[in-house]
């Protein structure tokens, strides 16, 4: 099919019925919102062979013709991603992608089919979209199209993420592409995860950085590469160049040993280094090496997201980790799946007390025990920043471990508000630990655990915690902020009693919803020793809980008899005072009206 001028669309716009130039009715609408160009209204188009989303899906089959979509996308403002998922065997593609050119909103563009020597048509758009801000290849790039993609990316100054994540590009096509780089300074954010990226391509990019005038990249991800010792240090001296850089993803690239990291250290104890999350998850990591990041990381106080999670870190691996991380502003903590025990955890408790900023703390799938968790938690009353703490896959934590965490709970600093103990069979034990542990807590809102093994017994110290209908007052004094209890998908296992509780806990007034669920008659008497001065707050706590009782099920009607009542024991329990002091009010009345008409008649 024969390339058309935008002189042919743009005369046949108005007229053209847009059925005749479609294959369905959902690609006919879409044009039609392109056409008519209503803000908001098609801001992301995805081109693909099968339907994903009825709104923004333009699904290519015979009779559609891409000429017009490629014209009608050109000269649309409120297009602001476009995604590419699958180009079938279509005569008009070179048509779609002239249009394209004409477009200046796009500022997302996401390439996820091999388009070969079609990628040369992209050079009108990405040369004259000063918007586009991000360039995302999801797919295996062959050569010849990685020389293509060079040549684009010659074209464009506005980019400021360049994605390759799954491109496979292989160290012989990353070498043409870090050239191109080196003219990229702009470039904030560059994933290269899964690319196939060894020591050449390492070393190419490293030269291309080092050659950048102040490069403004910040995030650079290079998980699961071929990444060597060597090929670290050739990107080290290039990284040293960017200051700007605050993420560095290195994780799943097994070849880094000690000396890897010691490279990597020399970037950590730069006076330019700003690096604030690391990422080494899955890299082989033993205790030797861990000391040897530990060293580096001691003068990096700007890091605040450190993962370190499937390694084989030890006790003496922590110990040195912690050491080395007093300094740092640490934020979120990854330990998961290492084998560190007793004396690692002490090393991480005494951390945990000192790090101030620290929010997240996972330590999933480790040997944890009794005694190590006591380690652990025994410093944590003082810690007054953690918000998360992950204990799920430990299996060896018992009942005697989950009693050790009750000091933690019921400090006035503890600000925790998720606790995940997922995969631990603890049963009704563990459960009554919990339970207990959290009297008088006021912060977590979320305990992740299996809910199998548990009996009546254990659900009954759960509900004592949240409505204790012992009094009005041990009631007021339950537990008002616990929202889940297991997760997602365990309601058919929770009592129903338990799941009315967690859900009026997402109110702001419910110890006052509680109050009125299980004390119909409130007992007046304990408040007669303060005589009538309870009475007023007595009055304004029922007028606060009066938009409560629809949650409660309780008539108007009913909600009116219990503020009668209330009024009616203090009136009847106190009888003398109301009397004295309706009296009291009339003879100042009197003696006031008295003494004004007495001045009165001396005038």
Known sequence: MDVQDCEYYEARAKAVKLEDITSSQQNADILERLRDNAPYKQTH???????QDDYYDFVVREGDNLGWLGYFVGRSKQVKSLCIENFPDHPNIDGFLKGLG?????????????????????????????????????????????????????????????????????????VEMAAVLRKQPQIEELNL?????????????????????????????????????????????????????????????ALITGAGLRSLSTLFQSDDCRLEHLRLYQANMDNDEAAVLAAGIARLPSLAKLDLSYNRIGDEGLQALAGGLVNCNLEEFNLSNNM????????????????????????CGNTIDDEGLQCLVEDMPNCCSLQTLYLSGNHLITSVGLRYIAPFFQSD?????????????????????????????????????????????????????????????????????????????MQEDTPPDILKYLTLNKF??????????????????????????????????????RPCRCIVEESTEVFQCRQLSALYKFVRGMPQLAVDGCRGNNMKDIHSNSKKRKFDQTL
């Open 508 to 545: 702001g007034a419910a110890a006052i919803f509680k109050i009125l669920k299980n004390h119909p008659d409130i007992d007046i008497e304990p408040l007669f020793q303060w005589k009538l001065k309870c009475l007023p707050l007595v009055v304004t706590w029922l007028e606060m809980a």
């Open 340 to 363: 560190f025990s007793v004396l690692g955890l002490r090393s991480l408790g005494e951390l945990v007390q000192r790090a101030t900023r620290l929010k997240s703390l996972n330590l």
């Open 413 to 489: 600093k503890c600000c925790l508000k998720e606790l995940w103990l997922r995969g631990i069979n603890f049963g009704d034990e563990g459960v009554v630990a919990l339970a207990n542990g959290l009297i008088g807590n006021e912060s977590l809102i979320d305990l992740k655990f299996d809910l199998s093994g548990i009996t009546a017994r254990g659900w009954a110290a759960f509900s004592r915690l949240l409505c204790d209908t012992a009094s009005v007052n041990s009631t007021y004094l339950s537990n008002h902020t616990l929202e889940t209890i297991g997760g997602f998908g």
């Open 102 to 174: 004409h477009n200046r909103s796009i500022q997302s563009l996401h390439i996820n089919v091999n388009l070969g020597e079609h990628y040369q048509s992209f050079g009108p758009f990405l040369k004259k979209n000063i918007n586009l801000r991000d360039l995302i290849f999801d797919n295996s790039v062959e050569l010849d199209c990685a020389h293509n993609i060079a040549l684009l990316l010659g074209q464009q100054s506005s980019l400021k993420c360049l994605n390759f994540e799954e491109a496979n590009l292989g160290d012989e096509m990353f």
């Open 193 to 253: 995860s899964m690319s196939n990226i060894g020591r050449n391509g390492c070393v190419a990019l490293g030269n291309a950085l080092e050659g950048t005038r102040n490069p403004d990249l910040a995030t650079l991800h290079l998980m699961h590469n071929g990444i060597d010792d060597e090929g670290l240090s050739a990107l080290v001296a290039g990284l040293n160049n960017c200051h700007k850089l605050t993420s560095l993803d290195l994780s799943s690239n």
């Open 45 to 51: 188009i995805s081109i693909t062979d099968e339907r």
